[in-house]
């Protein structure tokens, strides 16, 4: 091939080699400049500023927590002699009047041995007499008698104890057996121990009446609740409940009853706490003013208990104030200055801060916000690995543009 064509065809190419290094090249560098060089004038992580006025109002302080609803008045019926269930009346959801009968265990057993006690007072009393005619010492006959007596009495109790009764009016929430069960309860009925009440009564007295309670845990035979008197429920961390008190006034709202809320009373804090996964707890219960349409035994709520509460006060926002140790400070902007001024605060709200000294109403101060640009990446929130908001540095894979290059928006050599 001639000289000069062989020239003529290499001189393309290394003009195009030429353009595309120069190309290359530029696209590094405004790649560089776009994503990884920080703007002029301004720093990674620089916060920014804004105003807001010192107004005048009230502040409140809450105290929330995440409870669920349940009877106010609970019993828990239980049978006063032991037996072998023969009938049971109720079943779960029933409503019920007080001294109905719920239930029933044999009374084969508890009748003869009230017959059998009734033998035995007659004996007695004929012995007490045989000695009264014979004129001696009556002092053991009398005492038989009197014990023959209580024998009767217990084994009455007996048998009337095999019938159980509504010791209070309401719904049956829980039946924990079932006929040819043990009277003890136990095995599995026609309730499953809990029902809507949760089954929060302690287990009944043992005379076919019951204990009527708040809470508890179940152990009645039958477990009843009133559902037309309802309360809530909850937990709070042990440096909120310092800050509670019997008494003070709370709003519930419904998390399946979209827009239901009440109005309630803070009416019972435990007082020993309860521990889990090291997290102190303390048990509150609150009553319900009214209850919204829908409302049921066992759905979840949300609490919010107020808990300090100042009207007519001048206060800023919470984000405005800077403490450290005992000293209060501000930020106000004087004259388009920012001043930094020592204030005295009174109650801390759950949003607003009281001023009751250091400030006047009207006045501006400021509130630091934080921007959202980090290490150099202009604006692109945590900019990605390794660079300017893009895999492999500065916008483009492998860094700087270029495949192969290195972190940070460089290319390695």
Same mark, same amino acid.
């Given at each position: 091939?001639?000289? &000069?064509?062989?020239?003529?065809?290499?001189?393309?190419? $290394?003009?195009?080699?030429?353009?595309?290094?120069?190309?290359?090249?530029?696209?590094?560098?405004?790649?560089?400049?776009?994503?990884?060089?920080?703007?002029?004038?301004?720093?990674?992580?620089?916060?920014?500023?804004?105003?807001?006025?010192?107004?005048?109002?009230?502040?409140?302080?809450?105290?929330?927590?995440?409870?669920?609803? %349940?009877?106010?008045?609970?019993?828990?019926?239980?049978?006063?002699?032991?037996?072998?269930?023969?009938?049971?009346?109720? *079943?779960?959801?029933?409503?019920? *009047?007080?001294?109905?009968? #719920?239930?029933?265990?044999?009374?084969?057993?508890?009748?003869?041995?009230?017959? $059998?006690?009734?033998?035995?007072?007659?004996?007695?009393?004929?012995? #007490?007499? &045989?000695?009264?005619?014979?004129?001696?010492?009556?002092?053991?006959?009398?005492?038989?008698?009197?014990?023959?007596?209580?024998?009767?009495?217990?084994?009455?109790?007996?048998?009337?104890?095999?019938? #159980? *009764?509504?010791?209070?009016?309401?719904?049956?929430?829980?039946?924990?057996?079932?006929?040819?069960?043990?009277?003890?309860?136990?095995?599995?009925?026609?309730?499953?121990?809990?029902?809507?009440?949760? =089954?929060?009564?302690?287990?009944?007295? $043992?005379?076919?009446?019951?204990?009527?309670?708040?809470?508890?845990?179940?152990?009645?035979?039958?477990?009843?609740?009133?559902?037309?008197?309802?309360?809530?429920?909850?937990?709070?961390?042990?440096?909120?409940?310092?800050?509670?008190?019997?008494?003070?006034?709370?709003?519930?709202?419904?998390?399946?009853?979209?827009?239901?809320?009440?109005?309630?009373? #803070?009416?019972?804090?435990?007082?020993?706490?309860?521990?889990?996964?090291?997290?102190?707890?303390?048990?509150?219960?609150?009553?319900?003013?009214?209850?919204?349409?829908?409302? %049921?035994?066992?759905?979840?709520?949300?609490?919010?208990?107020?808990?300090?509460?100042?009207?007519?006060?001048?206060?800023?926002?919470?984000?405005?104030?800077?403490?450290?140790?005992? %000293?209060?400070?501000?930020?106000?902007?004087?004259?388009?200055?920012?001043?930094? &001024?020592?204030?005295?605060?009174?109650?801390? =709200?759950?949003?607003?801060?009281?001023?009751?000294?250091?400030?006047?109403?009207?006045?501006?101060?400021?509130? *630091?916000?934080?921007?959202?640009?980090?290490?150099?990446?202009?604006?692109?929130?945590?900019?990605?690995?390794?660079? =300017?908001?893009?895999?492999?540095?500065?916008?483009?894979?492998?860094?700087?543009?270029?495949?192969? =290059?290195?972190?940070?928006?460089?290319?390695?050599?």
């Amino acid at each position: 091939m001639p000289v &000069r064509r062989l020239l003529s065809a290499r001189r393309p190419a $290394a003009l195009v080699n030429a353009v595309l290094g120069v190309v290359i090249a530029a696209g590094g560098i405004w790649a560089y400049t776009i994503f990884v060089k920080p703007e002029s004038g301004s720093a990674a992580g620089s916060a920014g500023t804004r105003t807001v006025p010192v107004a005048q109002g009230t502040v409140t302080s809450t105290v929330s927590a995440s409870g669920s609803v %349940r009877s106010a008045v609970t019993a828990s019926a239980e049978f006063a002699t032991a037996g072998t269930v023969s009938e049971i009346r109720v *079943k779960v959801g029933d409503v019920v *009047k007080k001294g109905a009968v #719920l239930a029933r265990v044999d009374p084969a057993a508890a009748k003869r041995d009230l017959t $059998a006690a009734e033998a035995n007072l007659d004996a007695a009393e004929a012995a #007490l007499d &045989r000695a009264t005619d014979a004129g001696s010492d009556t002092t053991d006959a009398e005492a038989q008698v009197t014990s023959a007596e209580l024998a009767v009495d217990e084994a009455q109790e007996a048998v009337d104890g095999t019938v #159980l *009764k509504a010791p209070m009016a309401g719904t049956v929430v829980a039946v924990n057996g079932s006929v040819g069960g043990s009277s003890g309860g136990g095995s599995s009925g026609s309730g499953n121990g809990t029902g809507s009440s949760g =089954g929060n009564a302690p287990g009944g007295a $043992a005379d076919g009446r019951s204990t009527s309670s708040s809470s508890g845990t179940s152990g009645g035979f039958i477990e009843l609740a009133n559902l037309s008197r309802l309360e809530v429920s909850a937990s709070v961390a042990e440096a909120d409940a310092t800050k509670l008190k019997v008494g003070q006034a709370a709003t519930i709202t419904w998390n399946a009853l979209p827009g239901a809320t009440a109005t309630g009373k #803070l009416t019972s804090i435990d007082p020993n706490a309860s521990t889990s996964n090291n997290v102190v707890t303390y048990g509150v219960v609150f009553s319900l003013d009214q209850l919204p349409d829908g409302a %049921r035994a066992g759905q979840t709520v949300e609490v919010s208990a107020t808990v300090g509460q100042v009207d007519n006060v001048i206060y800023v926002n919470s984000a405005a104030l800077t403490t450290v140790g005992n %000293r209060h400070t501000v930020t106000v902007l004087e004259n388009g200055q920012q001043v930094t &001024r020592s204030v005295e605060v009174g109650l801390m =709200g759950d949003q607003a801060v009281e001023i009751t000294s250091g400030l006047q109403v009207g006045e501006q101060v400021v509130l *630091k916000i934080s921007s959202t640009s980090t290490n150099g990446n202009n604006g692109f929130p945590r900019g990605g690995p390794a660079g =300017g908001g893009f895999p492999g540095g500065a916008g483009l894979p492998g860094g700087g543009g270029f495949p192969g =290059g290195g972190t940070g928006g460089r290319t390695n050599r």
